[in-house]
């Protein structure tokens, strides 16, 4: 659940070719970096022995597979564009580029990727029968998931280069990337971030292709053997015979793709942070080095982003909070916010604003215990799914854990005594406490924290009145973003991976808040497998003064919960 307004309804029913040696002395100074004890930080002269290894296997296993696609005979296709027009071709031969230049030379260099049959697919990947075709530009968003995943790459070999570190993710995020290191007990300091700069820009100007290649598992295992993490990931994540990696210069890495054509596609490009994190997030791993970055095709827009980030600075709400004594934080309960008088004041009055919102709409306020003994949490499949993130504890050889949601409490209020079919809908209100363990590393001000309390609510209906009640959770989130002055996007979130329940479910509920969000009439847009492991779910997000998107309230059908409590009513 969010942090906001949060309702829950429960139903009861071509070869690249390195110069390795030439490289390393053309930048064997480049970004050298003065650190606090004296030391020189710079590109390590040589590079790893395992680079020079990776590249010898990788040139024998493209040099095979070039030769195999070489073999394939070509066949005439049919490409059809976004407007209709369809453009013939060849398999194997033609690629999304040769289509983009043959329309024009501007259209081409300013595409960063192309969509084959609704898939991103790279520029000089070539095409393998007819299908649709799309070229996408940087103000597209999977343009710029790309973009950005092709920096964080850049990103990775001048890791590689300066620290020599074994490399873990590397994604792109909201706005930007950033790539995982460990490091063996060192760690990177801002200090470095000039270093970093120099070289990638070195790495942008030589326009180093991105390569893709399917290669077979046993053969990326002995690729990546100096790299554990690396191991894990093959042994744990891959599941097939072959999976893709892509190079660019140096760097080999396990990749989905795709990629720009080059590096020389990024104009501007800048190490922005760093920070300490744990393998995958377990804090019982091992503790990596994360470096965060960004990147544009255009310098003008690297400036208009660092003005941006001025602008934000000004108004970073933990910077408010101390400045007018609102709230603040302490290390002595992390994650856990102070609120002082003021804040306080503000605090209640948005508390009783939301409430009797709550009250007009038919909820009735209710009041949950804090803790609650692990087999609650076995019962609603909490605890398989979500225990990680519970702070948990023995009282008298049974385990306890704080709620970090109240669902299940609200399930067990449901069900002490016999419920008849005039009662529903029951609408309860909570606003009590919420814990979650969240890691250190990823607290951040009110946004992100472990002990907070939200507007959760939780409708009891059967699911003749499902449309009717969504309808009303979104006109109730519609009123509240409006008397703050919120404009906000709604998102269709389903079956994740990891889910409970059968499948036929999932799609009925999926179908139901469908119909709901066109009902509503407010535009929407699909996001496939982030809904919770229990059900689909609405996700709503505002847009703050600044343009910047947040994850606020949810709107989450549950079909598992009743099932799963066994909550009845009498006909």
């Not at 820009?201 to 295992?221: A, S, V």
């Not at 990629?259 to 300490?276: E, L, P, W, Y």
Request: net charge neutral.
């Amino acid at each position: 659940m969010a942090d906001n307004a949060s309702v829950e309804v429960a139903v009861s029913v071509g070869n690249q070719k390195l110069n390795k040696k030439a490289s390393k002395s053309k930048n064997k100074d480049k970004g050298a970096d003065s650190l606090k004890d004296g030391t020189v930080l710079k590109e390590l002269s040589p590079w790893p022995e395992y680079i020079n290894d990776r590249i010898k296997l990788w040139d024998r296993l493209k040099a095979e597979y070039d030769a195999d696609v070489a073999a394939k005979t070509p066949e005439s296709i049919n490409i059809t564009l976004p407007d209709g027009k369809v453009v013939e071709g060849q398999s194997w031969r033609t690629t999304p580029y040769k289509v983009a230049a043959g329309i024009s030379q501007g259209l081409a260099d300013a595409t960063i990727i192309a969509k084959v049959n609704g898939a991103v697919w790279d520029l000089d990947r070539p095409l393998e029968g007819h299908c649709s075709l799309a070229l996408l530009k940087f103000d597209d968003e999977d343009a710029q998931q790309v973009f950005w995943h092709s920096s964080a790459h850049m990103l990775g070999e001048a890791m590689e280069r300066v620290y020599g570190g074994c490399l873990c993710y590397g994604p792109p995020i909201e706005s930007g990337f950033y790539y995982d290191m460990f490091y063996d007990g060192k760690s990177v300091s801002s200090e470095d971030f000039s270093c970093l700069d120099s070289v990638v820009k070195g790495i942008m100007k030589e326009k180093q292709p991105f390569e893709r290649l399917e290669m077979r598992k046993e053969d990326l295992l002995e690729m990546f053997k100096y790299n554990p993490f690396k191991l894990r990931i093959l042994q744990e994540k891959v599941t097939t015979p072959t999976t893709t990696a892509y190079r660019c210069g140096p760097l080999i890495d396990l990749c989905r793709g795709p990629h720009v054509r080059h590096t020389g596609k990024v104009k501007a490009f800048v190490v922005t942070k760093n920070s300490s994190t744990y393998w995958e997030g377990k804090a019982e791993a091992e503790s990596l080095q994360r470096i965060y970055g960004i990147s544009f095709p255009d310098a003008k827009q690297l400036k208009e982003w660092q003005k941006f980030q001025e602008e934000a600075a000004k108004r970073d709400h933990r910077k408010i909070g101390r400045e007018q004594e609102l709230f603040f934080f302490h290390e002595l309960s992390p994650g856990s916010c102070f609120f002082l008088p003021r804040g306080a004041h503000i605090y209640n009055t948005v508390m009783n604003f939301i409430k009797a919102e709550y009250w007009e709409r038919g909820f009735q306020e209710v009041i949950t215990p804090n803790i609650y003994n692990s087999k609650l949490w076995e019962m609603s499949g909490h605890w398989q799914h979500y225990s990680e993130h519970m702070f948990s504890f023995e009282v008298e050889k049974e385990r306890f854990a704080l709620k970090p949601m109240n669902c299940p409490g609200h399930c067990l209020m449901f069900d002490h005594r016999p419920r008849s079919w005039r009662e529903l809908p029951i609408r309860m209100a909570d606003f009590g406490v919420l814990h979650r363990n969240e890691l250190s590393g990823a607290l951040s001000g009110l946004t992100r924290v472990r002990r907070f309390q939200q507007d959760d609510g939780h409708i009891f209906c059967t699911q003749d009145q499902i449309k009717e009640e969504i309808r009303g959770c979104l006109n109730f989130l519609k009123k509240v973003y409006a008397t703050f002055g919120y404009s906000f996007t709604l998102f269709l979130s389903t079956r994740p991976d990891k889910y409970l329940g059968e499948v036929h479910v999932w799609e009925d509920a999926e179908k139901q808040l469908e119909e709901s969000l066109d009902a509503f009439g407010w535009p929407w847009k699909l996001n496939p497998g982030d809904g919770a492991f229990y059900g689909p779910k609405i996700d709503i997000t505002i847009m703050d003064a600044l343009k910047r998107p947040h994850q606020c309230a949810t709107i989450q059908l549950d079909f598992q919960l009743p099932e799963r409590f066994n909550l009845q009513y009498d006909r």
